[in-house]
């Protein structure tokens, strides 16, 4: 059964970094689109960024773009993000699923919280 561990949440200042990590099991993760999503207070989860597997082409939210890179390692099992010049709007629960626009997965990991705030 696959599993995504969402890691590297934390308070951040406006304007500051942080890279989160994902790391999958039970799926064939190099044969799979992955992508990250959010969820801040009182909202739908929303798509933030996602990667193809050989060519590892990328999209972005248009809020986020600029601002975030995703990124994989394979052999890792394992999907990043790093966020830079965050802002208090990217305040928010950050999970990740297989998927290019869509997850793939039902159930969803415990997410990782990203707070930004001065």
């Known amino acids: 059964q696959e599993q995504l561990v969402e890691s590297g949440g934390d308070l951040v200042q406006p304007g500051g970094s942080r890279r989160l990590s994902c790391a999958a099991s039970?799926?064939?993760?190099?044969?799979?689109?992955m992508s990250w999503y959010r969820q801040a207070p009182g909202k739908e989860r929303e798509l933030v960024a996602a990667?193809?597997?050989?060519?590892?082409?990328?999209n972005y939210a248009d809020s986020v773009k600029g601002r975030f890179t995703i990124s994989r390692d394979n052999a890792k099992n394992t999907v990043y993000l790093q966020m830079n010049s965050l802002k208090p709007d990217d305040t928010a629960v950050y999970y990740c699923n297989a998927g290019w626009t869509q997850p793939r997965f039902a159930s969803w990991g415990q997410g990782t919280q990203v707070t930004v705030s001065s």
């Open positions: 039970g799926f064939a993760f190099s044969n799979s689109a």
């Open positions: 990667i193809t597997t050989v060519r590892e082409t990328t």
